[in-house]
C-alpha cells in the first residue's frame, strides 16, 4: 500500500522554525515528486513547494521564498520542509503529495494525511 505520513506540525511563535517530515512507502520514491501543500481554514488549498527525486526540480510559493527549504533523503524515503521565520499567516494543516516525474506537480497522484503548524504572533 502506498502511504505518505506527514509529520512535525505544531504551535510555534511567530519569527520560530519547524520542520515537518514526509516519509513515503508503497512507490519507487526515485521517480516520484514529492510537494508540499497547505489549507488554512476557510481558504483554498495552495502549494508550498515540490522537490523532484526523478530530475531534481525544485520549486517554491513566492510566499514561502527564501524561509522554507525543502530537501529529500533518498536513503530514507523521505522528504522534509524546513520553515523558517514563520508568520501567523503560515497557519494551516501541511499536507504532502507525490506524483511521477518532475516538478511543478499537476495534481498529486498519492496524498498523505495532514499535519497542522499554527503560528501565534
Known amino acids: 500500500d502506498v502511504q505518505l505520513q506527514a509529520s512535525g506540525g505544531g504551535l510555534v511563535q511567530a519569527g520560530g522554525s519547524l520542520r515537518l517530515s514526509c516519509a513515503a512507502s508503497?512507490?519507487?520514491?526515485?521517480?516520484?515528486?514529492i510537494g508540499w501543500f497547505r489549507q488554512a481554514p476557510g481558504k483554498e488549498r495552495e502549494g508550498v513547494s515540490c522537490?523532484?527525486?526523478?530530475?531534481?526540480?525544485?520549486n517554491y510559493a513566492a510566499s514561502v521564498k527564501g524561509r522554507f527549504t525543502t530537501s529529500s533523503d533518498i536513503a530514507k524515503d523521505t522528504v522534509y520542509l524546513k520553515m523558517n521565520s514563520l508568520k501567523p499567516e503560515d497557519t494551516a494543516v501541511y499536507y504532502c503529495?507525490?506524483?511521477?516525474?518532475?516538478?511543478?506537480?499537476?495534481?498529486?497522484?498519492?496524498w498523505g494525511q495532514g499535519t497542522l503548524v499554527t503560528v501565534s504572533s
Open positions: 522537490i523532484s527525486n526523478r530530475d531534481g526540480s525544485l
Open positions: 508503497g512507490f519507487l520514491f526515485d521517480d516520484y515528486a
Open positions: 503529495a507525490a506524483e511521477w516525474g518532475a516538478c511543478p506537480m499537476i495534481s498529486g497522484e498519492y
